[in-house]
C-alpha cells in the first residue's frame, strides 16, 4: 500500500517512525546536524473525519522539544492520502505543508505555494497512485469500514486499526465519582436534605464565607447536593455535557473550565445573598456545570467546523432540562449565571489563544 512504500523509503533515507500508538498516521522523524525533518503520512480513506488538529498539535510538541534542546531549524511536511480531498481544507487555512494523494483521481495534487518536492518523494507517490486501484478490492471500503486484500487474497476488515481510539472522558468519570461517593458518605452520617447538616459540612452561605471567612465553603460547596434527586439530575447532565466538550478539547483545558467555573458562581451566589440579604444556604456541582455548558456555546460558534463534531441530539435535550432546571423555585440561579459567563470568557481566552498560536 502507498503509505507502506512512503515510509520504507524515508526509513532508507535515515527516518525514524515514531508513530507509537497512532493509528490515523505515521509520524516519521529525522534529525540530523541540528536540522529535525518531520514527515507525516495522514491515512484518511473510509473514514469520516481524521481529527487534524491533533496530528499537529503533536508535530508542534515535537519542535518545541528538538528547538528547546539545541535543534537550530524544524521542518514538517504532510502526505494526504485520502479519498476525500475537500476534508483537507483545513491545511490549507493553517498555512501547513502538505500533499495530497487523492485515491481517486490517482493523481497528487500540489497546490499554490505548496514543496515541489520533499526528499525526492514526489516520484515515489505518484508511481504509487498510479498503481493503486480502489476498485479491485485492494481498497474496498464504504464510509464506515476499511477492507484490504491479505497475501493470499482474501478480503481483511481492518477498520478498527484505521480508526482513532475513542477518547475517554476521565475528567468527567471523575468528577461524577467523586459527587458520588461524597454524597454517600455524608448520606451515611447524616440527612442531606437537612439544611443545618449541610452547612455543618461544607455548604455555602454568606454569613460563613464572608463573616467568618471559611472561604473553602466555595471549593466544598461544589461537591455536595441536596439529596439524591438533586445529584442525579446534576451527574447526568455532567456526563452528557461533560463527554462532549472533555474529549474535544483536553483533559486540562476541560477540569479548569469545569472548577474555575464552580468557584465563580459560588461567588456570585455568596455576594448576591450578601446584597440582597438574603441568608440563602448553596451546594450543587449545576454552577460548573453551566460553565461547562457555557464553555460549550463558545467552542460550538467559535469552532464551526469542530461543531459538527458534537452529538447534537443530546445536547439539545441537556440543554431543555437546563433551562428548565433554572426556573425551579429552589434553584440559585445567581450561581447559574455566574458558572455560565465563567466558563464562556474562559472558553474565549482559550480559542483567542489557539488562534494565535497557529498564526
Not at 485492494?138 to 484490504?148: S, T
Amino acid at each position: 500500500m502507498i503509505q507502506h512504500t512512503i515510509t520504507h523509503t524515508l526509513e532508507k533515507m535515515g527516518y525514524q517512525n515514531i508513530s507509537g500508538n497512532t493509528v490515523t498516521a505515521d509520524c516519521m522523524f529525522r534529525f540530523k546536524d541540528g536540522e529535525a525533518k518531520f514527515c507525516v503520512i495522514v491515512k484518511n480513506w473510509g473514514l469520516n473525519a481524521l481529527n487534524y488538529e491533533e496530528v499537529v498539535e503533536s508535530t508542534k510538541e515535537v519542535e518545541n522539544k528538538i528547538l528547546l534542546t539545541g535543534g537550530k531549524s524544524f521542518e514538517a511536511f504532510y502526505i494526504i492520502i485520502t479519498d476525500r480531498k475537500e476534508n483537507v481544507e483545513w491545511f490549507q487555512q493553517h498555512g501547513m505543508k502538505f500533499w495530497i494523494a487523492d485515491l481517486n483521481t490517482k493523481k497528487l495534487l500540489i497546490y499554490e505555494n505548496q514543496p515541489d518536492d520533499f526528499e525526492g518523494l514526489r516520484s515515489t507517490v505518484e508511481s504509487e497512485l498510479e498503481k493503486t486501484d480502489i476498485s479491485d478490492g485492494k481498497y474496498e471500503y464504504d464510509w464506515d469500514e476499511v477492507k484490504v486484500r491479505d497475501n493470499n487474497g482474501e478480503i481483511v476488515d481492518i477498520t478498527d486499526h484505521f480508526r482513532q481510539k475513542k477518547k475517554i472522558p476521565i475528567i468527567t468519570i471523575l468528577l461524577v465519582a467523586i459527587n458520588i461517593i461524597v454524597f454517600i458518605i455524608a448520606q451515611i452520617f447524616g440527612n442531606t436534605e437537612d439544611v443545618d447538616y449541610m452547612i455543618k459540612i461544607g455548604a455555602s452561605n454568606y454569613e460563613d464565607v464572608l463573616m467568618n471567612g471559611q472561604f473553602y465553603r466555595l471549593f466544598t460547596s461544589m461537591f455536595l447536593h441536596f439529596g439524591a434527586e438533586h445529584l442525579l439530575n446534576n451527574m447526568f447532565m455532567l456526563a452528557v455535557l461533560g463527554n462532549e466538550l472533555e474529549t474535544k478539547i483536553g483533559k486540562r483545558h476541560f477540569a479548569g473550565i469545569y472548577l474555575v467555573s464552580g468557584l465563580c458562581a459560588s461567588i456570585a451566589s455568596v455576594v448576591y445573598h450578601y446584597y440582597i440579604a438574603d441568608y440563602a444556604v448553596s451546594a450543587g456541582a449545576s454552577g460548573a456545570i453551566y460553565g461547562i455548558f457555557g464553555a460549550f456555546i463558545v467552542f460550538m460558534i467559535m469552532n464551526r467546523d469542530d461543531g459538527r463534531k458534537f452529538s447534537i441530539g443530546r445536547i439539545a435535550f441537556v440543554v431543555f432540562l437546563l433551562i428548565f432546571g433554572s426556573f425551579q423555585e429552589t434553584v440559585d440561579f445567581v450561581a447559574h449565571i455566574g458558572g455560565f459567563i465563567a466558563g464562556a470568557v474562559l472558553a474565549i481566552i482559550l480559542c483567542i489563544n489557539k488562534r494565535k498560536t497557529e498564526v
